[in-house]
């Protein structure tokens, strides 16, 4: 969040910001909860605004920076379902193979490659999502973000969490493959990677591209745990997102993740564009 309101109404940006003059009673423009300034330091190049997730440092439901779009409502609702799949019978659930394979580096082309039409009768998609008599037609296989997002935008909870994905022959509901910021926190922090690479989803707070690095730093209202992914300049060419098309999205991002011990915070690194997914 770069702007804040002060007590006396007026708007405040955070490189403007001076807590010797303007004091520490800072507020959100939209819904006035509580907010802390974060000047730029170790962790983040760019200074902002953020809520702390305690007592009224938290935003309001109708605060536009607390909009979600409805994959994320879907995977937290999601979240409140535990099955354990390796206890379950495998009949009851619909199994989906995970294959990224596509996003290793070494597949990619070198040199531009001209991007041909859906409606070309040379192409020929992977996978489909459809409804036939209003059922929905889940696939079998997943190999991009971009089926993941459809899965999440089509179905309910209840519909996803008879889902199985089977990510090198090991069995896990989806929302165990595509986790939040603070859970990707957990598990690079404590080393609990029971999966060889994660997606995780978040809003992007920032991006900050530097001569030889990229990174891309994850918003961190209401408590969110510091996260970023980063691009080394080496797959630039392979990177062609920017900071207009990223700012302020929500995205899917995969890959394995680490834990940074000298800035606290978890990270990924992208080398291409298959690897990141703005959800709409």
């Known amino acids: 969040m770069q702007n804040a309101r002060l007590p006396n109404g007026q708007i405040i940006n955070a490189y403007e910001y001076d807590r010797l003059i303007h004091g520490d009673k800072i507020y959100c423009c939209y819904c006035k909860a509580e907010v802390i300034y974060v000047g730029i330091g170790n962790r983040n190049n760019v200074p902002f605004f953020r809520t702390t997730g305690r007592n009224k440092s938290v935003h309001e439901d ?26 379950a019978n495998l009949n009851d659930f619909h199994v989906i193979k995970v294959d990224f394979s596509n996003n290793d580096i070494a597949r990619i082309p070198h040199g531009e490659i001209s991007e041909i039409s859906k409606n070309n009768s040379k192409k020929r998609l992977n996978y489909t999502l459809s409804y036939s008599n209003r059922k929905n037609c889940l696939v079998r296989r997943i190999t991009s973000l971009a089926t993941i997002a459809k899965i999440l935008q089509q179905n309910t909870p209840e519909q996803l969490r008879k889902i199985a994905l089977d990510i090198g022959g090991k069995m896990v509901p989806i929302n165990q493959l595509v986790i939040e910021q603070n859970k990707a926190y957990e598990i690079s922090k404590t080393g609990n990677f029971y999966l060889p690479w994660f997606i995780v989803y978040g809003k992007v707070r920032s991006v900050v591209k530097l001569n030889k690095i990229m990174f891309i730093n994850f918003d961190e209202q209401d408590g969110l745990k510091p996260f970023a992914a980063y691009i080394f300049s080496g797959y630039y060419k392979y990177f062609t997102y920017t900071k207009e098309q990223l700012e302020g999205k929500h995205i899917l991002v995969q890959g394995n993740i680490k834990f940074n011990e000298k800035y606290n915070k978890a990270e990924i690194q992208v080398m291409c564009n298959n690897q990141l997914y703005i959800m709409k």
């Open 62 to 87: 109708y605060c536009p920076e607390k909009r979600q779009i409805k994959q994320i409502k879907t995977l937290k609702a999601l979240n409140k379902y535990t099955v354990d799949i390796n206890k």
